[in-house]
């Protein structure tokens, strides 16, 4: 019976190299180690462009590792963080489509849909409110929380249950320790702890080379349990309950058709899936400046 288990195992892990695999990767900034400063996660702030190089090493490592164990492998790389033109595609791995710009209806899951095998989520961080979350938030500045069905969740949450709504289970995340102790809460897939967080400000680092090797080593583990990993999903309809810093925040959304306020700060909208839910959640993060 062992050697029938083992077989099967080897079997599985098998057809996975050889069959192509489809990757849709998400990258953020805030989680990427080595950034031990929000001004390295901003465009004119200083050292930006270290913070760019050591996102684009964990992108080329998970990257490389995903190709060395399935060499037809299609990947999607998506530049999630702030106006989404972080990455200098030239220094990207050449294996890769890459996805830049701001104006995506979709934001950190454009490109995502159903014919992809699993997503990686690199670079993330706490959600909004967080005690001691490296530079945590969720979507905006003016977002306090942001529940689904009654599920609080941060971009990585929110970004996993679009994921589930397309059919895609989430196999690997990375970011700070306070961002992996709540994914694993709500997902089961691999974990990569990139940093320490000591305050909302402050980081204790590893070398950005130690990462990426634990990045490439936790690829290949995700890739091999592939077949074992599901989606999450929500029930439809999706209830939308979204809290702001300010009462003027959630005024301005009542022009929206159907839009309850509950409360000064909280909004609540029923969507008919996770795909308008999204679309709608990202639209307020545009119109709603802190």
Known sequence: ??????????????????????????????????IGTGAMTRSNG???????????AEVNAVVSAIINYNNDAEILVNDSHGDMQNLNHQDLDPRVVYIQ???????????????????????????????????????????????LNGVEVGEGGLNAFYAGEMGVPVIL????????????????????????AVTAQVAKLKHGTIVSLELSDATVRAIKKIKN?????LTNPVEI????????????????????????????YDAKNMVEAYALIRLMYKYVKP
């Open 1 to 34: 019976m062992i050697r029938f288990i083992i077989g099967i195992f080897l079997l599985q892990s098998l057809c996975l190299a050889n069959n192509p695999l489809k990757i849709f990767i998400s990258v953020d900034m805030e989680g990427i180690g080595g």
């Open 46 to 56: 200083k050292d930006y462009n270290l913070g760019r190089k050591l996102m684009t």
């Open 101 to 147: 710009g701001n104006i995506k209806p979709f934001g950190m899951v454009q490109g995502l849909d159903n014919s992809f095998d699993a997503a990686i989520f690199l670079g993330y961080h706490a959600r909004a409110g967080t005690a001691r979350g490296f530079l945590a938030h969720t979507g905006s500045g003016a977002v306090k929380g942001l529940w």
């Open 173 to 196: 995340a990375s970011g700070d320790d306070v961002f992996t102790d709540q994914f694993r809460k709500l997902v089961k897939c691999e974990l990569v702890t990139t940093k320490s």
């Open 229 to 233: 990993r599901k989606p999450i999903k």
């Open 241 to 268: 309950k979204l809290q702001f810093s300010t009462p003027a925040h959630a005024e301005i959304l009542q022009a929206i058709p159907k839009m309850e306020w509950l409360d000064g700060y909280t909004v609540k």
